[in-house]
């Protein structure tokens, strides 16, 4: 087992598998979280992280959610399907509720919105991270909800734009301009 790891890591395996099209970001969390005693494998892209999973599925991983095919959600299901006892987080810079539902049922034992810190990460991976009261007072703008809605129905259409603006009856390049957003507050 490696020194700088708390001794909550699975079987003394600290391999970590971190999937992100982000390469500023990969290379900073790699490097981050290396130097706190995990074994790191970074790729791009989703079909590299299902390839790495299939060959060899790590106790830890960390996976980017980027609609398309094959998805960081594909990975996840991989993961949970070769090694149950994996340790996965799903990260995104479009963070919706259907999605972040969506992971957890596969397999990931928490969703983080990008920008993501390293030490947050490494918390949530070692199950160590502190629960953080639910503020009730700060409730879903109409702007978030009527995103929320785009996104659900864009992920029950498979991710296909076509059908998803005929399905919400908008023009498919307002429909792109709305996806290609962040998530409103």
Known sequence: MHENLPARSLSNDSSLLIVDRDRVLLRRVSQSLQTRGFDV?????????????????PAFAI?????????????????????????????TAYDSIATAVRAIKLGAIDYLPKPVEADDLCAVLL???IEIPLDLSKCMS??????????RVYELCDFNVSETARRLAIHRRSLQRILSKRAPR
């Open 127 to 129: 199950g160590t991270a």
């Open 142 to 151: 109409t702007r978030r909800i009527k995103w929320e809605h785009i996104n």
């Open 41 to 57: 494998t970074s790729v791009e892209f989703a079909y590299e992280g299902l390839l790495s999973v299939r060959t060899s599925p």
């Open 63 to 91: 996976i980017e959610f980027h609609p398309g095919r094959p998805s960081g959600l594909d990975v996840v299901t991989e993961l949970a399907m070769r090694r149950p006892e994996a340790r996965a987080v799903v990260i």
